[in-house]
């Protein structure tokens, strides 16, 4: 199925622009998608043609070139992605042709055209706008907090619950009182004005004097980008500070002039050297030295190289890769960070990229390239410049940081991208259906399933060059999963934006089991699904188990403030969390022991086996599991020990 879906990609993705025509023409999506406009396709054929012309001489604000060009290189279906267009271009040119009775009630409400309007109370503010723009540690953060810290009232708005904890954390402790608002924790006081949040937990509906939004280049993000944008369009701040790339610059402002609002643009240099050395590690990890980071895009890359680089050092690595809770990350990152551990080498993946304090030496980059979700693409400059630049902070134990690569051959491409002063600004900023919209768009498709009405409003949207809409995969995958579920549809609407994905299996397991609780109104108690293993894993599959026990736990944590008479047991799911959290540490410490590690490598561990079989295994059911599991082995041994 998915490799279907890969191939239907690329036989909708034309090479270049000019063939563009000739793809619409052939597309089975634009044939089906005419006939329900009730349009003959003798009729549509010149328009399509006509439409092509218009994107490719640039002509139409709705459908700019450039994003076209953008999506080609992404490898998206064209064909859907240029349907929006059409279905405008029809109606702005030839609308006589269109007999489809609900189209224009459709057409009405999927016009994105103008979100700054979504959020009047904004609109009726006089708002400053400041971006602090610079590489990765400029001090850009570092200014804006100072502001933050000063006001008395504000919020911050980060990418990580890491980043939301770190910014409450340290303004509590300068004093300066600070609430937390993430997705699964709150922590607030009475006439405390400030919060630290993920930044789609910002509060907008509050005035404030001043709001932060970090990592604003993440505004074109394809997932989360909708967060961003929405926070830059409805702080209801007197001043709103974005910290971030100048990638951002142009955009930001293009979309501040659509709200008559000016940009203050600061701009920051590295506050510390960044050296590239003359060549690579000749593919050998015999130089790899305290303090060096080396950084890799696959799990199991991760663990392979920790092993490798452990056979030669007398030193320890820690690791940090983006599945490992933020928690255990920061927990890696302390004992890396700590010159007194014998964890003085680190290897990770693009994770290190945010979020963390990190006193690394040196980057060596072990791959310039990473799987996009459909192939292996070079890692973009941004991408190597935001990794890159985590070496050598300002006032840590050391000052100039360095770059390499383990192969030789890889040093030109870092080279390469450390060098380009401008890279690419960003295309345009992502938006995100709201329950409104979609409640609309149900009222006219009231036989349409919830997956289905996302599918309507990503092909029926119209939007501005500036804006694109993020992509729902997640949420259709997820509506899909739940759909058999009865549920109004705002409580649906709530889950299939749950952080959570479809395809993890335990997950998804309690992911269905949690919807139906919602459905029933039952109230939910943690423990009858997660119940964790008293000693930490022994292999690395077996601590993807706890990881993915994890995400059930903050799942249920997420739900607990959505639907907190459902999920009301949050003490013992927070108590939980701890608990995996240490299980996980723990975990990670075992995997350095040389004897665990030779049976995992070599795929024969117990743990793997375990793993094997756990997959048909409920989780209630792992210690019981785990107490068969050594009695056979006790078993075994008493076997053997009869045999000699
Ligand atoms: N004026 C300053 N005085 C003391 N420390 C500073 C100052 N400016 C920056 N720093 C410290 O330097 C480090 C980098 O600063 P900051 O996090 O603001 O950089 P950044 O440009 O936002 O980079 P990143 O994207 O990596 O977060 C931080 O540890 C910060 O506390």
Same mark, same amino acid.
């Given at each position: 199925?998915?490799?279907?879906?890969?191939?239907?990609?690329?036989?909708?993705?034309?090479?270049?622009?000019?063939?563009?025509?000739?793809?619409?023409?052939?597309?089975?999506?634009?044939?089906?998608?005419?006939?329900?406009?009730?349009?003959?396709?003798?009729?549509?054929?010149?328009?399509?043609?006509?439409?092509?012309?218009?994107?490719?001489?640039?002509?139409?604000?709705?459908?700019?070139?450039?994003?076209?060009?953008?999506?080609?290189?992404?490898?998206?279906?064209?064909?859907?992605?240029?349907?929006?267009?059409?279905? *405008?271009?029809?109606?702005?040119?030839?609308?006589?042709?269109? +007999?489809?009775?609900?189209?224009?009630?459709?057409?009405?409400? @999927? +016009?994105?055209?103008?979100?700054?309007?979504?959020?009047? *109370?904004?609109?009726?503010?006089?708002?400053?706008?400041?971006?602090?723009?610079?590489?990765?540690?400029?001090?850009?953060?570092?200014?804006?907090?100072?502001?933050?810290?000063?006001?008395?009232?504000?919020?911050?708005?980060?990418?990580?619950?890491?980043?939301?904890?770190?910014?409450?954390?340290?303004?509590?402790?300068?004093?300066?009182?600070?609430?937390?608002?993430?997705?699964?924790?709150?922590?607030?006081?009475?006439?405390?004005?400030?919060?630290?949040?993920?930044?789609?937990?910002?509060?907008?509906?509050?005035?404030?004097?001043?709001?932060?939004?970090?990592?604003?280049?993440?505004?074109?993000?394809?997932?989360?980008?909708?967060?961003?944008?929405?926070?830059?369009?409805?702080?209801?701040?007197?001043?709103?500070?974005?910290?971030?790339?100048?990638?951002?610059?142009?955009?930001?402002?293009?979309?501040?002039?659509? %709200?008559?609002?000016?940009?203050?643009?600061?701009?920051?240099?590295?506050?510390?050297?960044?050296?590239?050395?003359?060549?690579?590690?000749?593919?050998?990890?015999?130089?790899?030295?305290?303090?060096?980071?080396?950084?890799?895009?696959?799990?199991?890359?991760?663990?392979?190289?920790?092993?490798?680089?452990?056979?030669?050092?007398?030193?320890?690595?820690?690791?940090?890769?983006?599945?490992?809770?933020?928690?255990?990350?920061?927990?890696?990152?302390?004992?890396?960070?700590?010159?007194?551990?014998?964890?003085?080498?680190?290897?990770?993946?693009?994770?290190?990229? %945010?979020?963390?304090?990190?006193?690394?030496?040196?980057?060596?980059?072990?791959?310039?390239?990473?799987?996009?979700?459909?192939?292996?693409?070079?890692?973009?400059?941004?991408?190597?410049?935001?990794?890159?630049?985590?070496?050598?902070?300002?006032?840590? *134990?050391?000052?100039?940081?360095?770059?390499?690569?383990?192969?030789?051959? +890889?040093?030109?491409?870092?080279?390469?991208?450390?060098?380009?002063?401008?890279?690419?600004?960003?295309?345009?900023?992502?938006?995100?259906?709201?329950?409104?919209?979609?409640?609309?768009?149900?009222?006219?498709?009231?036989?349409?399933?919830?997956?289905?009405?996302?599918? *309507?409003?990503?092909?029926?949207?119209?939007?501005?060059?500036?804006?694109?809409?993020?992509?729902?995969?997640?949420?259709?995958?997820?509506?899909?999963?739940?759909?058999?579920?009865?549920?109004?549809?705002?409580?649906?609407?709530?889950?299939?934006?749950?952080?959570?994905?479809?395809?993890?299996?335990?997950?998804?397991?309690?992911?269905?089991?949690?919807?139906?609780?919602?459905?029933?109104?039952?109230?939910?108690?943690?423990?009858?699904?997660?119940?964790?293993?008293?000693?930490?894993?022994?292999?690395?599959?077996?601590?993807?188990?706890?990881?993915?026990?994890?995400?059930?736990?903050?799942?249920?944590?997420?739900? @607990?403030?959505?639907?907190?008479?459902?999920?009301? +047991?949050?003490?013992?799911?927070?108590?939980?969390?701890?608990?995996?959290?240490?299980?996980?540490?723990?975990?990670?410490?075992?995997?350095?022991?040389?004897?665990?590690?030779?049976?995992?490598?070599?795929?024969?561990?117990?743990?793997?086996?375990?793993?094997?079989?756990?997959?048909?295994?409920?989780?209630?059911?792992?210690?019981?599991?785990?107490?068969?599991?050594?009695?056979?082995?006790?078993?075994?041994?008493?076997?053997?020990? @009869?045999?000699?």
């Amino acid at each position: 199925m998915e490799a279907e879906q890969k191939g239907n990609n690329l036989l909708n993705t034309p090479a270049n622009l000019s063939e563009i025509a000739r793809e619409l023409l052939s597309s089975e999506t634009i044939k089906r998608k005419c006939k329900d406009l009730g349009l003959q396709y003798a009729d549509a054929q010149p328009l399509i043609e006509e439409y092509a012309t218009a994107v490719r001489a640039d002509e139409l604000p709705y459908m700019r070139k450039s994003v076209v060009e953008d999506a080609m290189r992404d490898e998206k279906p064209i064909d859907r992605f240029l349907l929006p267009g059409l279905y *405008q271009f029809i109606l702005d040119t030839k609308k006589d042709l269109v +007999d489809a009775p609900n189209f224009r009630t459709l057409m009405t409400l @999927s +016009d994105l055209r103008t979100p700054s309007e979504w959020f009047p *109370q904004a609109r009726a503010m006089k708002r400053k706008i400041i971006m602090h723009v610079g590489p990765t540690n400029s001090g850009k953060t570092y200014s804006a907090l100072k502001c933050f810290e000063k006001a008395e009232t504000g919020a911050y708005a980060g990418p990580l619950r890491l980043l939301a904890h770190d910014v409450y954390e340290k303004l509590n402790n300068n004093g300066a009182s600070c609430n937390l608002l993430t997705g699964e924790e709150r922590r607030e006081s009475d006439n405390v004005y400030k919060w630290s949040c993920t930044v789609e937990m910002t509060p907008l509906n509050r005035n404030l004097d001043i709001a932060v939004i970090d990592e604003i280049q993440m505004i074109s993000d394809e997932q989360r980008g909708w967060a961003w944008t929405n926070a830059l369009l409805g702080a209801c701040a007197k001043e709103v500070h974005l910290c971030g790339e100048a990638t951002a610059v142009p955009l930001v402002k293009r979309i501040c002039a659509l %709200m008559g609002e000016e940009v203050t643009v600061h701009t920051y240099n590295r506050l510390t050297p960044l050296h590239i050395e003359v060549k690579g590690n000749g593919s050998s990890f015999s130089n790899i030295q305290p303090g060096d980071c080396v950084v890799t895009f696959s799990r199991k890359n991760i663990f392979a190289i920790r092993k490798k680089i452990e056979g030669f050092a007398t030193m320890k690595a820690a690791v940090i890769y983006g599945s490992l809770p933020p928690e255990t990350r920061a927990e890696q990152a302390k004992l890396f960070n700590d010159p007194n551990n014998n964890h003085r080498i680190l290897v990770a993946s693009d994770a290190i990229g %945010m979020g963390l304090n990190l006193n690394i030496r040196r980057i060596v980059f072990e791959t310039v390239s990473k799987f996009n979700g459909k192939r292996t693409v070079p890692l973009t400059v941004s991408q190597i410049k935001q990794i890159a630049g985590r070496a050598g902070r300002f006032k840590t *134990q050391y000052p100039i940081g360095t770059v390499s690569t383990l192969h030789n051959g +890889d040093m030109a491409a870092v080279r390469r991208a450390l060098g380009v002063e401008n890279p690419p600004p960003l295309p345009s900023a992502g938006i995100h259906p709201s329950l409104e919209q979609i409640q609309s768009l149900a009222d006219e498709l009231p036989n349409e399933t919830f997956a289905g009405l996302l599918d *309507q409003f990503e092909q029926l949207s119209r939007l501005d060059g500036d804006f694109f809409l993020c992509n729902l995969h997640q949420q259709k995958d997820i509506a899909n999963l739940i759909q058999s579920i009865e549920l109004s549809l705002s409580d649906r609407y709530t889950l299939v934006n749950a952080p959570a994905s479809a395809d993890e299996g335990i997950l998804s397991e309690a992911f269905v089991r949690f919807a139906t609780c919602v459905s029933t109104g039952e109230e939910c108690n943690l423990k009858d699904y997660v119940t964790l293993p008293h000693a930490p894993a022994q292999s690395s599959e077996l601590l993807k188990v706890l990881e993915a026990h994890h995400k059930v736990i903050l799942l249920y944590l997420w739900l @607990s403030y959505r639907f907190p008479s459902i999920f009301s +047991d949050s003490d013992t799911a927070s108590h939980l969390k701890r608990v995996c959290e240490d299980l996980i540490n723990s975990s990670l410490d075992k995997l350095h022991d040389p004897r665990v590690k030779q049976k995992v490598d070599s795929g024969k561990s117990w743990g793997k086996k375990q793993f094997e079989k756990r997959k048909t295994v409920n989780i209630n059911e792992w210690p019981s599991f785990l107490e068969k599991k050594k009695n056979k082995l006790l078993h075994k041994l008493e076997e053997r020990e @009869s045999m000699t």
